[in-house]
């Protein structure tokens, strides 16, 4: 038998609809007053840097995912409900999210905060410009690279080599004619050299913006940034700071690293900041809102990139460790149809009920709730309800689960908003009370850095080893005698599989990773080890959902969803 | 004998030290309340674009000056100033400038927002990305951008000739290796073709934002953007409209077609909005920004780029009459400096009294009141008073401009505020009061495109004719054959001359000026022809402001200034 719950608008219907709550309201419920607040409009606020270093009070949950299929899992859409949730209960909780590239907003899927009744507002703006702070680090970084070919033009004294430059540009779009170039062409242009456009959430400005914690050591970090390296053979690294452009750097970025203020669709305070890839960065929201997050409410909840071999991974590895958090305890999302993808199911025939295939695909809610376990973090399934889920099927999710000794909850946020995640809710609230959280990062930084990525390798992808190319091999000897020996790596590999291979789903065993390529970003503050190709300029589809976009005379938006 | 004015501070210390008020308050002076207006923080505030439809009650005061030299003629300065003495003396006025661009705050010179006592607040804010609308432009224009190459890399079923493509890629930066590329380079990344960048003031859409009169307007003009032409003979254009990129673009502008409100250093209002280049482009602040001052206040005091043969000529044949504006005086600023170079001084040399000098670059000065006279709008010279200023000097312009039979005023706003514009104030008022404004542009919009630029060659540089070269001969043919034929002409040629030659000063006579490149705007609504090369690219120096820019512990800001 299939539930079908009423018919749900979509998403920008249901958004447009929406009463919105005055942002300085929403301040006023965190015992924020207006002057603390900077009003960005009537339904959006920057929050002040300080309270980012302020004693936390709140108790903080991750919200994690097994791995992305076409089929979706909702992950941001239950974090949205889960936090609605908790205020219908009466618990004083805040949601933490990244914000939205333009990129993936022209492209394919049109916004990304949520949907259907779990969605943060106000949509439109938050999925264009928002309060500025992905231009504002296009800014800071588009001003490094003019420093940079500035510097080889006028005399390049710093004897940098321009074959040597690793920091590329970057826009806020899906552009993929921006992949590879040439510039600096013609006479009087400066020096001609090969150059690539990253998106803006590839800059390691974002990841920067994403990790720092507070305004001096976001200047610290800016200025550790490598450009490059000098000519000849010893290769030291160069650094922004060397190129004078640490302090501008730092003045654009005044207003983008104070958190911003919005609210769920219930009226709740959400705070998004930050978007870092959850590749080649870290892909969580910003260590400075969830420490005010943390410094205004009882409970935090809070989600990274993909599922939890790469967001929740790093997200402990890298965010908590940064930042001294403590997560107390975590939700797994899952749906039926995606763990029949995970069993060999065609995206075709996900509406037919197939137990079978289910039954195969549960392994891998095992493997990512493992994955959290071993962190010290206890772990409740939220089995995200789709309209074309059977009760057979929904049993035997919770059923398996069960086995696994974690709790189980059913999840219909996206139809139902807050009241939907109450069940899920009343597990979290469970899994605090009973305080079993005992959280430590899975390696020591101290670490040589192949020893890292190999344990993230076994422990979290399930491999047998790890090969290194011999690029990587060379760049590792590098970073390890350039002062990046003891920092924590972030993976980069593909999203769809616990391999480096997308093809492969489930729970693949008898299996090596091959890290291609290593490089630091000194000023995010980890290696990056790159399994595979990582597409970080993305581009437009044949009908691109920009197209689609038109302003009505009213002011309404049509086309973004 | 010098006078020798106190002591003046830095722009920013001054900046630093003033007391704002909150906007909301002059908000309030200006008939508007907190719902009529959306805060950007406590000192800036986007304004409702449905004012610009409102009835006009102000009266248009527009400031230019003579020709740029590097003596400096504080035109900015001298705007500011005067809305701040219109006030001192009783009179709700308000002033209305464009917006600055990120390019200059971290090359030169750092910010522009007048200087000394008449600039405006929060100069920091103001300086680097405002409320966003640069920014919004550019993410407008990248997006067409990113569409074309998508559709050539899709089919290219609109027959688009990559080689004929004349939408350039912009950022709001100094980057002088962007100026010559080629992008689309490697497999799978489109079709490689030759790029150039432009920085955003040069931005099509930077004229559109400030010619458009509502959202509707807007809309169309996007639409009507020429990107290119079709292969083949026929050389169809190709529009923004065609590509389906429209809507979208519109969406990205939504608020950035929205005037901004922030204050003079003296707490009055003033509107800052767009920045359109003086060359390529238009060079005034927005038509809705004027237009919303028009219907708000009494005075109106606005500015346009450079001297008066690029800046008021365009003001008066492209703004004043795309938004049927009716400008009834006009401020002419000269300083006792530059005229002193305009008469053969070296810039090393302009603290010497050499009334010599002065006396020969006084024709200059008439020159440019002649220049607005023919407009039918009233003018006064305002001597803008610099420190090395004898007062023999002052008295010789003073007495010149006596001849000419137009009123003459001191003008010290930069060290003494608006209380050093009031001498000025009242001879504007004088002007006005005598209602002897009959304002008229140029030339009819129907003449043939070679006449139009025939006329202002003539009429306002003192050519003797024009010569078209033959790439402007055949750009002159296609534009009258495919819908331009009737849209007003913006000149383009460099702002330090009358000529097309930067080094001829004074007011040259004897000279042909040579158009070398056509094209049309056809969002904008101009067609621009290009007398010399034009800079659209510029590069940082050698030791940029950027480098000498810090956030102190404090949250102030050194070396922005």
Redesign the interface.
């Known amino acids: 038998m299939t539930v079908t719950p009423p018919p749900v608008p979509s998403d920008i219907e249901i958004a447009q609809q929406a009463i919105m709550r005055p942002i300085r309201d929403v301040a006023a419920d965190l015992g924020l007053g207006e002057d603390d607040i ?5 339904y959006k606020a ?1 929050l002040p840097l300080s309270l980012a270093s302020a004693p936390p009070k709140g108790r903080l949950v991750l919200v994690t995912a097994i791995n992305p299929t076409p089929a979706g899992e909702g992950k941001s859409t239950v974090s949205v409900g889960l936090s609605q949730a908790f205020r219908r209960l009466g618990h004083n909780a805040v949601l933490c999210m990244r914000e939205p590239s ?1 990129g993936p907003v ?1 492209g394919v899927k049109g916004g990304a905060a949520g949907g259907g009744y779990s969605q943060v507002l106000p949509m ?1 703006d938050i999925n ?2 928002f309060t ?1 702070d992905f ?2 680090i ?2 800071a970084h ?2 490094l ?3 940079i ?2 510097h080889l ?3 390049n004294a710093l004897g940098l080599n321009p074959k040597g430059i690793t920091w590329p540009r970057t ?16 006479t ?4 001609m050299r090969e ?1 690539r456009w990253v998106i803006i959430p590839a800059s390691e400005i974002m990841a920067i913006v994403a990790l720092a914690s507070d ?2 050591d976001l ?1 610290l970090r800016l200025g550790n940034i490598v450009v490059g390296t000098t000519l000849g053979k010893e290769k030291k690294p160069v650094r922004a700071r060397d190129l ?2 640490t ?2 750097m ?3 970025l ?2 983008a690293i104070r958190p911003n203020l919005v609210q769920t669709l219930e009226g709740g305070p959400a705070i998004l900041h930050a978007g870092p890839f959850g590749n080649i960065a870290h892909g969580c929201n910003s260590l400075v809102a969830t420490r005010v997050g943390l410094a205004l409410a009882d409970l935090v909840v809070t989600e990274a990139g993909f599922g939890s071999d790469l967001g929740a991974e790093k997200f402990f590895d890298i965010k908590c460790r940064a930042g001294g958090l403590n997560p107390e305890a975590a939700v797994l999302v899952a749906t039926v149809r995606s763990l029949k993808m995970q069993g060999g199911v065609a995206k075709a025939e996900l509406d037919r009920e197939d137990l079978g295939a289910l039954e195969r695909g549960l392994p891998h809610v095992a493997h990512h709730v493992r994955n959290v376990q071993q962190f010290g973090v206890p772990v409740v399934v939220a089995i995200n309800r789709r309209t074309s889920d059977t009760d057979a099927e929904l049993r035997l999710v919770a059923d398996y689960v069960a086995t696994l000794g974690v709790p189980v909850a059913m999840c219909n946020v996206w139809a139902e908003g807050g009241a939907g995640g109450e069940a899920l809710a009343h597990e979290v609230l469970g899994l605090l009370n009973a305080k079993t959280s005992a959280f430590a990062p899975l390696y020591a930084t101290e670490q040589p850095i192949r020893d890292k990525i190999r344990t993230v390798a076994r422990r979290v992808y399930g491999a047998d080893g790890v090969d290194f190319s011999s690029a990587a091999e060379k760049s590792i000897d590098w970073l390890e005698a350039n002062g990046m020996a003891h920092t924590p790596v972030c993976m980069a590999k593909t999203q769809y599989s616990l391999t480096d291979d997308a093809s492969r789903l489930n729970v693949p065993t008898g299996f090596r990773m091959t890290v291609n390529e290593v490089y630091g970003s000194a000023g995010a503050g980890f290696v990056v080890a790159k399994c595979g190709d990582i597409m970080t300029m993305p ?2 589809s ?1 009908k ?1 959902a ?6 009505r ?1 009213d ?1 309404t ?4 969803s």
Request: avoid cysteine.
């Open positions: 900077d009003l960005y409009g009537k920057k333009l022209f439109d264009l410009h500025g231009h504002a296009a800014s588009a001003l690279s003019a420093m070919d500035n033009y006028h005399g826009i806020d779009m899906n552009d993929r004619a921006l992949r590879s170039a040439i510039i600096g062409m013609g009087g242009n400066g020096t150059e305004a001096e200047e004078g452009a302090g501008a730092t003045l654009l005044k207003d581009g437009l044949k691109p920009a197209e689609g976009m038109r302003l005379a002011g938006i049509e086309g973004l």
